[in-house]
């Protein structure tokens, strides 16, 4: 009874909300040109940034402070992650060994898997994806030798280690940017020493874009398997 | 130095964060002095950074990637940034002393990076001139929140920031749908481009978006329907992020609410959405008071405390005026002294007696007396006490409500404050006339922070005229928004 | 009439929303706001749509005219990054219900805790 009633409140809530919802975006036409800042981005993002991927461009470096935010954003889940469930003694429980076609996909696609994350993040500025996706498919290579083998586990110090000298790359770019360009960070790589002016459409190009991106895979991939390796061990009692 | 140089507000606890992996292998002693060495520097940066602000008169705009607004972001630091970027550097810096006493719980490394990226996490949400940028900033802090919130790792803490997470979650949807809808009108996600151009958009389009992005931002500014998780986590987290969270946490929410709600005013149907923040402020004060007198729980009881006197400030907010604003702000300064001196003293109470429970309190004048000093003054600031700090920003508050004319917003300010005083007497009773105890030892650092605190709640409410006018100076930047417009060197991209 | 993508987004959101109202398990609750964010995301990828445009990445002919708007397209990169990062503390948040209570029902967790 109360659950219906419950369940009726929370429906009428939910009309409620969206009428208003729907209310609002009527005064948004959909499908047609609203851009300002936007057409600025694409009408520059060549010359500008040297990537052909505007979204990329947008991202990295018209509005890299969000990156950097969002990379901290991550770091911070991986941290409270690591603090939530830390033990003294945390092993891996797991018992099943994975079947033979898990354990010999897993042998033959580990290094393919994460070569492709490389590619992803690596050719971020000309193709869709960038570091985030890149760091992903990363961790989706250890996830895989987790499911493989039951004794598998992640260099987890090693891994922290890296996580926080890669997060300390980013903000040491930003503040070279600072030094050479005066603003906190500018793209000094292409706007400074002009590398790559020729280029645009090909790996060299795109200024300090490829360079955050290595360093936001690198990262995104050691975070995303410090997770899972986290959440896969348990406090064990000897 | 060059005004860009203000970057460092944000690089340098993001870089000393990333750093904490590297050193973790020293111990505990030595992480904590590290924060507490971090937030030294944070807070001479941002001692500069006021100086440099108030001295020329000119905000200080840092220019991201050197990308002009409304292309790049752009943090501005003007009057209001500059000095609570001050005050969170402050508290910060302090709360680090108090870790060596109050945090014990393993693992020391994380909580020391958690700990840099709330003070981060605030920062950035008082700093950001970009309303997309605020909503990173705003997960920065949440996020860390809810980890710090659950850091004991006891079910009851587990349950809190869970709470948390789901309102935080619901509310942060909320505001970038407001985001949205906003950008979708606007095109620009610059604050300044948004205030220049907010006069010419569908107002249904922006009464709606502004109502959301003021909901969102009610779960971190504990504004009523959104608030439950509140006293839950203040008594769950770790003493010293109790201290933060009440002391600026909730202040950047609200500063943000401000901002926002501020740079829309010239939407039509602006004052709808204003009438819904007034119902949430004073609902938000009504509810926290009669809640804080049911409580046994001293931590918990200062907790509701806190949330009712946010509510005051949503409404100082809320009014529309300029002397509402000014009041508010004034508000917020004073309620961050004190908070963090009350929830310094109960905290230290709870980790030397074992608990904040009332019972540990009978007799504290006795077994703790700098600390019960403390307390007690705290207590008396915070019901408004004469010659206290928070008597003037209460009683400014009064006169800007009365000046809108809303006389029965007045009266619940006074009512708050005599259900305010009785708790807070009953408490001040428990500590200096009952129970008897043993004398326990204090430790200096933290007598003489509290003893600092408690001499500036004595000087500003002795002589309240310097802090009102860095208050009134600080509130100008958040309500004449023709100024903020010309401030920021927007380049021409459409408008 | 509103476009089918705003009607699905704000869709999103509702269900989204019922079910964090509604369930009762922890685990269906954060299926319930990860729902929401999938919602807000679609949303502000359908507000950068413009008929006839395709993807904003300018090569191969693709002049600054035929795409759409690259913003939100970036925002919403940012809000899933942002998403990850709260499912990914809220499950640890639950495993530590779990732990102390053994169970996830929200109603038996405030019941036990008295």
């Known amino acids: 009874m109360v659950s219906i009633l419950k369940r009726g409140l929370a429906i009428i809530i939910l009309l409620v909300i969206g009428y208003w919802l729907a209310q609002g975006l009527s005064g948004v036409p959909f499908g047609q040109d609203k851009m300002l800042v936007g057409q600025y981005y694409l009408n520059h993002v060549k010359q500008q940034t040297g990537a052909v991927n505007a979204v990329t461009a947008v991202v990295v ?11 901290t954003v991550l770091f911070i889940a991986s941290t409270g992650v690591g603090a939530l469930l830390w033990g003294k003694n945390r092993k891996r429980t797991a018992r099943t060994e994975g079947s033979v076609v898990l354990t010999t996909g897993t042998r033959l696609l580990v290094p393919f898997v994460i070569l492709f994350g490389a590619y992803i993040f690596i050719h971020g500025h000309l193709t869709p994806g960038g570091g985030f996706p890149g760091g992903a498919t990363i961790a989706t290579a250890f996830l895989l030798l987790y499911m493989a083998f039951t004794m598998y586990e992640i260099p987890y110090k090693a891994f922290e280690k890296t996580e926080g000298i890669v997060g300390m790359g980013y903000v040491v770019v930003g503040l070279i940017g600072l030094a050479i360009g005066g603003y906190f960070l500018f793209d000094w790589i292409w706007q400074t020493w002009g590398w ?37 061990k348990e406090e064990v009692k000897e | ?85 001050l005050i969170v550097a402050v508290v910060s810096f302090l709360m680090a002393v108090f870790n060596f006493k109050a945090v014990t719980i393993e693992p020391i490394d994380k909580y020391a990076m958690l700990f840099l990226l709330l003070m981060l996490g605030a920062t950035g949400m008082i700093a950001t001139g970009d309303i997309f940028n605020l909503f990173v900033f705003m997960e920065i802090t949440a996020i860390t929140a809810y980890a710090l919130t659950a850091y004991n790792k006891t079910g009851e803490a587990a349950e809190a920031s869970l709470k948390y997470m789901i309102l935080g979650g619901i509310g942060s949807s909320f505001f970038l749908i407001g985001v949205a809808l906003i950008y979708g009108a606007t095109g620009t996600l610059n604050m300044a481009q948004i205030a220049q151009l907010a006069g010419h958009i569908n107002p249904t389009v922006a009464q709606v978006g502004l109502a959301l992005i003021i909901f969102g931002l009610a779960v971190e500014a504990e504004l009523f ?57 004073t609902l938000t004060v009504v509810v926290a008071e009669f809640s804080a007198l049911r409580q046994r729980n001293v931590k918990r009881m200062i907790a509701y405390s806190s949330i009712s006197q946010v509510g005051l400030i949503a409404l100082a907010f809320a009014l529309g005026t300029q002397a509402g604003v000014d009041a508010g702000v004034f508000q917020m300064v004073n309620h961050a002294i004190i908070k963090v001196l009350l929830f310094l003293g109960v905290g230290y109470v709870a980790v030397q007696l074992g608990g904040a429970d009332i019972e540990n309190f009978r007799g504290l004048g006795r077994k703790m007396p700098a600390t019960a000093f403390g307390i007690t003054i705290g207590a008396m600031a915070a019901v408004g006490v004469p010659l206290f700090n928070i008597f003037w920003s209460k009683l400014r508050i009064i006169l800007a409500t009365l000046q809108v004319g809303y006389t029965w917003a007045a009266f619940l300010v006074l009512a708050a404050s005599v259900v305010e005083a009785v708790y807070y007497f009953r408490l001040v009773h428990a500590i200096w006339f009952e129970g008897e105890g043993e004398r326990v030892g204090e430790s200096v650092p933290l007598v003489i922070i509290m003893i600092a605190l408690a001499i500036l709640v004595i000087a500003i409410g002795i002589y309240p005229n310097y802090a009102w006018s860095i208050s009134q100076k600080a509130g100008a930047d958040i309500f004449n928004v023709a100024q903020y417009i010309k401030n920021v060197p927007l380049m021409g991209v459409g408008a | 009439m509103i476009s089918v993508y705003y009607f699905g987004s704000i869709a999103l959101v509702l269900i989204g929303l019922y079910g964090v109202l509604v369930k009762k398990n922890v685990l269906k609750m954060l299926i319930g706001l990860s729902i929401m964010e999938t919602g807000v995301n679609l949303l502000l990828i359908s507000i950068g749509y413009i008929y006839g445009r395709s993807a904003p990445i300018l090569s191969e002919g693709i002049g600054p005219n035929q795409a759409v708007d690259p913003i939100p397209q970036a925002l919403v990169l940012t809000a899933i990054v942002i998403g990850v990062a709260t499912t990914a503390m809220a499950l640890s948040v639950a495993i530590i219900l779990y732990q102390r209570y053994g169970t996830l029902n929200v109603e038996e967790i405030r019941r036990l805790r008295g």
């Open chain 1, 61 to 71: 470096n018209y509005r890299g402070f969000d990156t950097l935010g969002e990379v």
């Open chain 2, 225 to 281: 329907p959104l608030n439950a998780w509140a006293p839950d986590a203040y008594q769950a987290a770790p003493h010293p992020v109790t201290a933060m969270f009440s002391a600026f946490v909730v202040k950047a929410g609200l500063y943000a609410m401000a901002r926002v709600l501020y740079l829309m005013s010239s939407v039509g149907t602006w004052h709808n959405v204003l009438k819904l923040l007034v119902v949430m402020a």
């Open chain 2, 1 to 85: 130095m060059n005004g860009q140089y203000a970057s460092l507000l944000i690089a340098i606890p993001l870089l000393s964060a990333f750093f904490v992996p590297l050193i973790k292998g020293l111990g505990k002693r030595a992480i904590k002095s590290y924060v507490l060495m971090i937030t030294a520097i944070q807070t001479g940066i941002a001692a500069w950074v006021f100086k440099e602000v108030y001295s020329t008169g000119k905000p200080i705009i840092v220019i991201a990637g050197g990308w002009k607004p409304p292309v790049g972001i752009n943090l501005y630091i003007g009057y209001f940034a500059a000095l609570f970027i």
């Open chain 1, 196 to 232: 790559g002016h020729n280029n645009i459409g090909r790996l060299f190009s795109g200024g300090f874009i490829p360079v955050i991106y290595t360093i936001i895979g690198i990262k995104v991939g050691t975070e995303l398997s410090g997770i899972i390796d986290n959440m896969l």
